[in-house]
């Protein structure tokens, strides 16, 4: 899928990394009409047999069948790869994004954080790269169901481009199917502004065992979230993404409505699963200190993280 | 007790907070033949029947009968207060030292970090105060069963006053019985010396939940524990305690001789026991705040420690 291609329609697209994320996005692609395909490991013979369903917004949308394969040969190359895979897994790409990739074949990653685009530039080169930011709760709670509890809003761009005809294509279709999507210019801002909340509440998520309520809850840990969200503001801005700080301040304030909302990081790292450290924390910190920024408390946060990540996996 | 008087015979001693230090220390001087009272609380039935038993460089000493008591009305005034309670419990002696202070009773605390000696002055005037440091391995195994590990030296001087001739006293009195002791003529810097391996190994003892080895094998948290050794060096210097950076580079160096170490506050924490967060963290912080140190590792430290002793207990 070329930047200048203005339709998606008639496009294969294949999901790899179908969690939550992947399945719920690539799914409703899929109840739009658009020849979707899932690579998936374990649940692949649940969703054979039985199809996904995605609770959303009181609705209940039943797929089936489902495309699906455990192989990603036996999708073949697609024009549109939707990568939603744990950025902690980027390493599996380089064996299951080959059999996908055809000359045109665009790869948009939802994963968190910085880094990932790159990674992809890096291997499979920047033209065909594209990001998206997801703002939304999703729950999977079994193979193939798919729970959508909140928001949803899913923010595409180019991997340092403007707005290309095939991010509104991408943009369009999401919406044919009631997912608010919108064009980003600035990826790399808008991830920076995704990350003003991510670094601190993810992080005392973990550093802290406080949930978001815990963390708003407790002046000095409420202090530091506002402090991290500076020094966050203050790097992007080093970096030409200028973040207002009562965008920062709004962050806080949005937070008061979340309750006792538990980060996908704190889940993860209490489950014992792997903690996206390099793309929430690591690379942020390296880009900022690159561009001048001291970034002490983030370098703190970023270690202890590192420790408890790795002492949790061992 | 007076500043100015030089014998600890025949003098009436009371220890206060009867834990692994209190009754090591304690039972030493009793060992010696001082005239030692000891307030006990659950231990009380136990000690009284069966005696106290100290275990030391291969020796066991038994002492039997142990002067002890329920309650400090029982022990009355003494001209020596040896105080062993953990700083948590810094309210309780509003209650327990009355009974126990005479016109010329002496307080000498053994307990950690800052601000202890400050809260005896407050209540009960500072020429009483007296404060010491001990370097010291003790574990309590049981009521009146105290198994003296390793180290063991004390450092003894007066609250914000040079080595007086009861400091020399009291000294004399341990090395009597093969406790070495030092008198220090600046108590507020031996503490800060003290505390540049405390705030940074008992800190992320907690906040990353690592023993001493792991602290150093991990690069991250060595490099932190060597910064948060530098911010309390720099504050202690603001404060007129020269610290030099080998004393830092020291601490470290000996670390690593300490293997899976386990400090104070971390079996504190993991027991779910109150830990002297104030003492170890917030008092220097706000010492050294007041100096003009920034301290923003110290700060970070203090609140996700603050936090998460408040988690344990709750």
Redesign the interface.
Same mark, same amino acid.
């Given at each position: 899928m070329k930047i200048d291609e203005a339709q998606l329609a008639g496009k294969r697209i294949a999901i790899v990394g179908a969690g939550a994320v992947g399945s719920y996005y690539g799914g409703m692609l899929a109840h739009g009409g658009h020849d979707v395909h899932f690579l998936l490991r374990s649940d692949l013979a649940a969703v054979k047999e039985r199809g996904m369903w995605i609770h959303t917004k009181g609705e209940k949308i039943h797929l089936q069948p489902v495309q699906c394969a455990g192989r990603p040969e036996e999708i073949g190359p697609v024009d549109l790869v939707i990568i939603a895979l744990k950025a902690t897994a980027n390493g599996a790409m380089r064996e299951l994004l080959p059999p996908l990739i055809g000359p045109d074949t665009a790869l948009l990653t939802l994963q968190n954080g910085l880094g990932n685009e790159e990674f992809l530039a890096e291997h499979w080169g920047a033209a065909r790269v594209l990001g998206a930011l997801c703002f939304v709760c999703i729950n999977r709670m079994g193979p193939g169901d798919i729970h959508h509890l909140d928001h949803g809003s899913i923010s595409i761009g180019e991997f340092g481009r403007p707005v290309s005809p095939r991010v509104k294509a991408i943009a369009e279709a999401f919406r044919a199917v009631s997912v608010e999507a919108n064009p980003v210019e600035n990826l790399a801002a808008e991830h920076w502004r995704k990350l003003v909340w991510n670094i601190p509440f993810n992080g005392l998520s973990i !550093? !802290?065992? !406080?949930n978001v309520a815990e963390v708003l809850a407790?002046e000095?840990?409420r202090? @530091?979230a506002r402090e991290l969200m500076e020094e966050t503001r203050e790097a992007a801005g080093l970096l030409g993404h200028e973040i207002t700080s009562e965008f920062a301040d709004w962050q806080i304030e949005r937070s008061s409505s979340m309750g006792g909302y538990r980060p996908s990081s704190m889940i993860d790292f209490e489950a014992g699963r792997p903690v996206e450290v390099e793309a929430i924390w690591g690379e942020p910190l390296r880009q900022g200190r690159a561009a001048g920024a001291p970034m002490?408390?983030l370098e703190? @946060?970023? &270690?202890?993280i &590192?420790? @408890?990540a790795? &002492?949790a996996q061992a």
């Open positions: !550093a !802290a065992h !406080a407790d000095g840990m202090t @530091l002490v408390r703190m @946060l970023y &270690r202890l &590192r420790h @408890l790795q &002492r």
